[in-house]
């Protein structure tokens, strides 16, 4: 604690980024990178950026990168924010759709699961929102049913993070429902999609036409393979789109530079691409999947790009550390109910077998 932070910062409980490792030996499935580099056509786009140019801002809109996004989802350009990451558009969800106690009126708290995204709760502090966590059921599964109550707000991911699980849209759409407007439960529900690309039958952003409460938020970090670029984007209903444009510039207007919304842009013009890496990283994940199950090991149905994963036999941190000494780095959460459960990222095939048959040699207690 400094004596020069205010009373906000103190209060402050930041975000603990999966680490960054520089070396080359090391598999690095510890933050949900895609394991197949970028549509060359990104690369392409960003070089021809790369000018004279960068003297000049970006356009604050994004106004190209809206204009592709638009169209690849059948909805208006004002009705898609772009941001600096995923983490920015949330962060500004959070802030715009979200209430902080204001005195003499109730304020209710915004829902969402107890094993979810850890950055959900740093948001809360950070804007001062009271939350409930909602405990997953026993095996993970998400019960659709226990946020239909009066809420501030409710954060669902599909599929959830770390576990991987998802549930159907038909869900979704009746808990939207549920927050409807016009409804005394009226509240905004934000689905974050950033792992909506490695499931099946998944992305509800078709239902922002029938629901104005439903605004949801999408990243290029995963399935684009450019979490390096840092650029997410939101969508929604027109007024949902103006609240995150009035926090974003009361906060700072170019949040998304020149080469970042050039080789975003490219990035969603390029979705077939996107789709046969993604197959790639799909089809890996199912076998490692099984393979894992056969050795014995817990494995949580995942439609994401990552397993969470348990060994029978010894705790989570004791297979952490085994794989850690065997050069792979995976994510452990220590967390209430989820302490012996490893969450790792999908690699290319090669990286994954020396994940299995690291696997095998522990469960073989050698
Ligand atoms: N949402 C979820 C569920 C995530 O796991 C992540 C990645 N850590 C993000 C959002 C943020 O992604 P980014 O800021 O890279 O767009």
């Not at 009126?105 to 909602?134: A, C, H, K």
């Not at 969508?235 to 170019?254: H, K």
């Amino acid at each position: 604690m400094s004596l020069y932070w205010n009373h906000r910062v103190k209060r402050l409980a930041p975000y603990i980024p999966g680490e960054q490792i520089r070396d080359q030996r090391v598999i690095k499935l510890n933050t949900n990178e895609n394991p197949y580099p970028p549509s060359p056509k990104v690369i392409e786009a960003i070089q021809k950026a790369l000018g004279d140019d960068l003297r000049l801002y970006p356009d604050p809109a994004c106004t190209e990168l809206r204009t592709v996004i638009a169209q690849r989802y059948g909805v208006m350009p004002e009705q898609v924010f772009a941001g600096n990451g995923s983490d920015e558009v949330l962060a500004f969800a959070f802030a715009a759709f979200f209430e902080s106690p204001v005195k003499n009126r109730q304020t209710l708290p915004i829902l969402f699961p107890d094993i979810t995204y850890s950055f959900y709760p740093v948001y809360t502090r950070l804007w001062d929102i009271p939350f409930t966590p909602v405990p997953l059921a026993a095996d993970f599964s998400l019960v659709i049913e226990d946020y239909k109550q009066a809420a501030g707000g409710v954060v669902i991911p599909n599929p959830n993070a770390p576990t991987g699980q998802a549930i159907p849209c038909s869900d979704l759409r009746s808990l939207l429902a549920f927050h409807e407007k016009n409804r005394e439960t009226a509240a905004v529900v934000l689905v974050d999609e950033a792992y909506t690309a490695f499931g099946r039958d998944l992305e509800v952003t078709p239902l922002v036409h029938e629901y104005s409460n439903l605004l949801t938020v999408h990243t290029l970090s995963k399935a684009a393979s450019l979490a390096g670029l840092r650029v997410g984007f939101a969508i929604g209903n027109q007024e949902l789109i103006e609240g995150l444009g009035r926090v974003r510039d009361s906060f700072n207007s170019y949040t998304v530079d020149r080469l970042a919304q050039a080789g975003a842009r490219a990035a969603i013009l390029d979705a077939s691409y996107y789709e046969a890496v993604n197959r790639k990283v799909i089809a890996t994940r199912n076998r490692v999947s099984a393979a894992l199950k056969a050795l014995g090991y817990e494995v949580i149905p995942s439609q994401a790009n990552f397993i969470f994963i348990r060994s029978l036999q010894k705790n989570g941190m004791q297979l952490y550390t085994f794989l850690r000494e065997q050069d792979i780095l995976v994510r452990h959460f220590n967390q209430l109910r989820i302490a012996d459960f490893l969450r790792v990222s999908i690699g290319t095939d090669e990286q994954m077998d020396r994940v299995l048959a690291a696997c095998e040699t522990f469960s073989n207690g050698t």
